[in-house]
Every structure is written in C-alpha cells, then in structure tokens.
C-alpha cells in the first residue's frame, strides 16, 4: 500500500509540497491537500491591490491543476487538531484523516493579543491588517480610497521576525503613490517598533525622499502597546498617541495556529523548530513543517520564494525515507524578494543559503546574492516573472 501523504495549507508552501510529493515519487505517493480557500490568492504582489495599480483577480489562481495534473486529492476543508500518536489530523467539518507522513504550511499567527483593544478595533472595522492576501486587501484598498483628502494612513510594523521583511516598507510606497495622485493633501505614517528599516533601507529611504516628499514620513522604535477604536488613536510605549484615518496596524507574528495550538511552537509559543535537512519538527516525529511558521536560520526571510525551497527539499527527503533510500542532502536555498516602489519600478534583495552540517544551519555563501542600485522598470518585469514562474511551478 503506498504512503498516505497529508498536506496542510495550499500556499506558498503548501501547494508546492503536494505537487514535488507527486512528482518526486513518479506519481505513487498518495498526497492529500487540506485547504479552506477555493483559490489560491498570493500576498506577493497584493501591496499593488492595496495601491490600487493591480486587481486582485490578477493575483488569483486556480487549484485545479494539482488535481487534474497531478493527482493531488484536494480537500476543501481546514485543520482543527493534530494527533501526532495516532497520526491523523481531525478536520473542522469532523472527519479525520490518517496519514503516514504530514506536511503542515499554515503561514502565520497574528498575536492580536500583543496589542490592546486591537481584537476589538478589528472587529468593528476600525483596523485591519491585510498580512494574509485576499478579502481584506480590497478593504483596505476601500478604506484608503475614501479616506479624504488630507487624511493619515498610518502603517504600524511589529517587532522583527515577521512575515516578509520589506513588505510593509513596499506597501507604504503603493499607498503613497495612489495618495501622490488622488489626494495629494494626505500623509503616509509609518510607525516601527524595529530601530530601522529592516530590508532595503537605503533603497527604500531613497524612493521615500525622491518619489514621496511630504507624503511618508517614517518613525522608528514607535511601539504600538494599545488601539482605541473609538478615537481612532495608536498608543505606544513611549511616544505621544497619535489618531490616524486608516489604521493598518500589524501586531507581532507567529507560527499559523494550528502549529502554535498542537504545541510544535517553540518555548515562547512563537515559531517551530526542524531539522534543516528535512524540515521535520524536533518535536514530532513524521512530522514536517515548512514556510513562515519555521524559526528560520540566521539571515532568512520568511518569504514566499523561501516556502517554495522548503518544500523541495521537505518532499525530495520525504519520497527517499519512504523508498528507503538514502540521500546525503547538501541543501542550498536561493531567496529573491522584489518590492515596487511605484505601479512599475522594482528594487531587489537576494541572498544563497547553504546548509552546514558542522552547524546544523543554513549559512549564507560569501559574495552571493545583493541588491539593486536603484529601482528601474526592467526588475518590474523580473518580478511579475518571478511571481508567474512560482505561481506555475506551485501550482500547475
Ligand atoms: P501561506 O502562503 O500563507 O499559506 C498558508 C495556507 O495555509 C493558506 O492558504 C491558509 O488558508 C492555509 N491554512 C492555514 N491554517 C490552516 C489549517 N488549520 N488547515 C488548513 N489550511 C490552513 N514573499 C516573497 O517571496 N516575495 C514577495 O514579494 C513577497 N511579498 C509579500 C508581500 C506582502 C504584503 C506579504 C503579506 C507577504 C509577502 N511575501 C513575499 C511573503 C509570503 O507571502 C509568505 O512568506 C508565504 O506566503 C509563506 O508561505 P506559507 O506556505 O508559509 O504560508
């Protein structure tokens, strides 16, 4: 009988664990794919929806290819817990499936709780946050689009390690070039609890001072502690309360819940620890959790293109162990992460990642990877082929 493969979350990671799984093993493992959403809807990208140059049909793709290309099982359903001794997961709907192997890629965690009143203000519409594409990217593109002129949109960004490094610093730029053109009177405040810009920063300042005079203003070590729905007011730790039109408030990030709740968070209850070679949870054996909700090694991102590489080397390692093959893994990871810094100029980071077996970590190699020099349009057409190529390899 083959292995029953269970796959938890049809995303970045996801997605692309279920096809590799089928690929790798000439089609014989049984991959099944838990998933709630009928589409897949990418975050990449989404901060062009929140400006408003980009729909979010344009960001949007069918699961249908894993099924009919692949022979990935698609369940539209989600997670509610994890039985790791009896290995199988119970679904919300109340089935529960066995599996001889799962594959969990939850993304993240919001911890609402970090931030008095937040729960609340979210829930009466006043805040959102828009860190997990779909639904609330337009609403957040609605609220920006009816604020009036003159307004403030202020962005508050949590504490590092969080869900794409330069993600909040690309979505600042987008919403001040639909301000820049639609009303021009309002204000960009972007308020860090982190003592810098965390990715880019020169490249970012740049396109801050050149593009957006008057409009973005940035404030590090601003630590947001509480929100006030009713005045529309962000408290911090130390700095005066300031009210704003748009709060677009993101507390700090954690592994996806059902990680956190099955107890394969680390001590602190944030992020999951796993064999780099594998991705298998030091906690649970068969086990493999990959994507945002992993503690990353030193120096990388929680990234879309990262998910796609750990999930690689999670299915590659996985179809081996089930034939009884033995590999001598020496996994090297790429990251590319472009940010538009207007409807069409693109910066980048990127960075190699190799594994080293004295440390049992992801090093980066020396003189690999780097940054642009300044934005141009032609990494504007890099990045939607990154983003059509990753799609694709995820998805079709
Ligand atoms: P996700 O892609 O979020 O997938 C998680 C999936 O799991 C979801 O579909 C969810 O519905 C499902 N799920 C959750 N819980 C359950 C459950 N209990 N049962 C079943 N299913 C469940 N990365 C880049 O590489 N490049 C970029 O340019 C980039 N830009 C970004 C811009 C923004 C604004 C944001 C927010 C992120 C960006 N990222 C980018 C980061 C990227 O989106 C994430 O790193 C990536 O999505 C992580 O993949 P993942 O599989 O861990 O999580």
Not at 15 to 40: C, D, G, H
Not at 212 to 219: H, K, L, M, T
Not at 260 to 280: M, Q
Request: charged residues 20%.
């Amino acid at each position: 009988k083959s292995a029953q493969i269970v796959v938890v979350g049809a995303g970045y990671g996801g997605a692309t664990a279920a096809k590799y799984l089928r690929l790798l093993s000439n089609n014989t493992a049984q991959v099944t794919l838990i998933e709630p959403n009928a589409q897949f809807i990418s975050c990449p990208m989404s901060n062009l929806v929140v400006g408003g140059s980009r729909q979010i049909a344009e960001i949007t793709s069918p699961y249908a290819g894993l099924e009919k290309n692949h022979g990935v099982k698609m369940v539209k359903d989600s997670v509610a817990s994890i039985d790791a001794t009896k290995k199988t997961v119970l679904l919300a709907s109340g089935k529960t499936v066995k599996y001889d192997k799962l594959v969990l890629s939850p993304g993240i965690g919001l911890m609402m709780e970090s931030i008095e009143g937040l729960d609340a203000a979210n829930k009466a519409g006043v805040t959102l946050q828009a860190w997990k594409a779909g639904p609330e990217t337009v609403a957040l593109h609605k609220q920006i689009a009816d604020m009036k002129d003159g307004g403030v949109y202020a962005l508050s960004i949590p504490m590092a390690p969080y869900r794409c490094p330069p993600g909040p610093y690309e979505r600042v730029c987008q919403v001040a070039n639909y301000l820049k053109k639609h009303k021009p009177k309002s204000k960009v405040l972007v308020l860090d609890a982190n003592q810098d810009v965390t990715s880019k920063g020169k490249l970012f300042k740049e396109a801050w001072a050149k593009m957006y005079p008057g409009i973005i203003e940035y404030r590090p070590e601003h630590n947001v502690t509480a929100v006030d729905a009713k005045t529309r007011t962000l408290k911090f730790d130390v700095q005066d309360d300031i009210k704003a039109d748009v709060l677009n408030v993101l507390p700090l990030m954690r592994a996806g819940d059902l990680v956190v709740k099955a107890g394969l968070a680390d001590a602190n209850g944030r992020w999951s620890t796993v064999n780099y070679l594998n991705f298998e949870s030091t906690k649970a054996k068969d086990v493999h959790i990959i994507g945002d909700s992993i503690q990353v090694a030193p120096l990388m991102p929680k990234s879309g293109h990262m998910a796609n590489q750990h999930a690689k080397v999670t299915a590659a390692a996985i179809v081996a162990e089930l034939a009884g093959i033995a590999i001598n893994p020496q996994p090297v990871l790429t990251n590319t992460c472009y940010s538009f810094v207007n409807e069409s100029e693109v910066v980048h980071v990127a960075s190699v990642h190799q594994y080293v077996a004295a440390e049992k970590t992801f090093k980066t190699v020396a003189g690999s990877g780097g940054l642009s020099t300044a934005p141009t349009a032609l990494e504007g057409t890099y990045a939607w082929g990154w983003a059509k190529n990753i799609w694709s390899d995820a998805l079709v």
